[in-house]
């Protein structure tokens, strides 16, 4: 099925800022490259451009977030080795 | 007066450990992020379940991909049945939205296109998830900076088509019908009144900023870090009004934290805000002749 053609060609969008850039400069061909079709070559030329600008640098952040360690797993484990009345 | 039992809690943050800890008596229940825990040793899921004895707990998942067209991963699936049967939470919930595809993990939650094909692909995603976790999840909208491309639905009429194909039920995020709202050009209350509100079971309430945009103005960011807008209350009175069930209301916080005591008057405006909807819900409708 296409959409999970299209998904992956967003998902590229999202993470690769190659792939943005030769997109904005030509939509249409680039969506027929990644197999999409005549359709979804069609909606994806009236791109929110600006939207996709902003989702891809918040991404960016998010993923840059995930590769610190979690202080939420540390705390749990230091928590399940004390010993305090109400809580254990 | 409100003869539902509308609660109020609080994500379950370590920073917050301490304060949520000295407030249990304040707080209703805690919702955990379940993916935190998908690969943790026994000793920290033996704490989590500590917790939840303390406190109703409900869990939340971010990395399903339950709207995704692709199949969700089974080995995700089976590490959120595993922490269920762990932890016995009362319900749990994940994201409509799609986060990996084509072999690439976006790092965060993305709308999908919304159109009747992602209904049907969100709808069997949830059958599958809920023949492996063995309850359906609530299922959250999302705050998207971006306007879905290849979208052929509004985004009510999209989440509506999944509930009811999925017949699953909704967790609303106020704070994202609000950013989605103001970014994308329609009214958030509006939008809550075209959700269906038998399935509206529970709410998240946050805060976030306005980010400046390439073209000079301004797009609402759901960041988490920020105090919740009185907006995002007017919405949880107007939810309140038209749920017909319960409601679970959850703060989330996931940095810059404020004191707990700040925290604490949150939840109780968030109390006051259900109260009044409740109200409104009691009194009876004037017919015009």
């Not at chain 1, 891809?56 to 977030?65: T, V, W």
């Not at chain 2, 916080?253 to 909807?277: H, N, V």
């Amino acid at each position: 099925m296409s959409s999970t053609r299209l998904e992956a060609f967003l998902a590229r969008l999202y993470v690769e800022s190659d792939a943005r850039a030769n997109f904005k400069a030509n939509p249409r061909a680039e969506a027929k490259k990644a197999g999409l079709s005549d359709e979804q070559c069609t909606a994806l030329e009236n791109f929110d451009w600006i939207g996709l600008e902003m989702a891809a640098r918040s991404f960016a952040q998010k993923r840059q977030l995930k590769r610190r360690p979690s202080w939420f797993a540390a705390f749990l484990l230091r928590l399940s080795r004390l010993r305090f009345p109400r809580f254990l | 007066m409100n003869n539902l039992t509308d609660r109020v809690g609080l994500g379950w943050r370590p920073d917050l450990a301490a304060g949520i800890l000295e407030h249990l008596d304040g707080i209703d229940l805690l919702e955990v992020i379940a993916d935190d825990f998908f690969s943790a040793p026994s000793r920290q899921i033996r704490a989590l379940k500590t917790l939840a004895a303390q406190i109703p707990v409900v869990l939340h998942g971010v990395s399903l991909g339950l709207a995704s067209a692709s199949l969700v991963v089974t080995k995700r699936l089976d590490q959120m049945a595993r922490l269920m049967a762990e932890v016995r939470p009362e319900f749990w919930s994940e994201h409509l939205a799609f986060v990996r595809a084509g072999g690439i993990e976006i790092g965060h939650l993305a709308a999908p296109p919304r159109c009747s094909a992602t209904v049907d692909a969100a709808a069997a995603n949830l059958h599958r998830a809920q023949a492996a976790v063995g309850a359906k999840p609530l299922v959250e909208n999302i705050a998207t900076l971006i306007d879905p491309p290849a979208s052929t639905l509004s985004e009510s009429d999209w989440i509506a088509g999944i509930l009811s194909s999925s017949n699953c039920g909704l967790l609303l995020d106020l704070h994202n019908v609000l950013a989605n709202g103001l970014n994308h050009g329609y009214d958030p209350c509006e939008f809550v009144r075209q959700i269906p509100p038998e399935r509206i079971a529970a709410i998240h309430i946050a805060g976030g900023k306005f980010i400046p945009a390439p073209d000079g103005r301004q797009r609402l960011l759901d960041d988490h870090l920020h105090d919740v807008p009185d907006p995002v209350f007017d919405l949880l009175e107007e939810t309140a009004a038209r749920a017909s069930g319960p409601l679970t209301v959850i703060l989330e916080r996931d940095g810059d934290y404020p004191s707990m005591d700040s925290l604490l008057a949150e939840i109780a405006q968030a109390r006051r805000a259900l109260a009044t909807g409740r109200e409104r819900r009691m009194q009876p409708v004037e017919v015009v002749a």
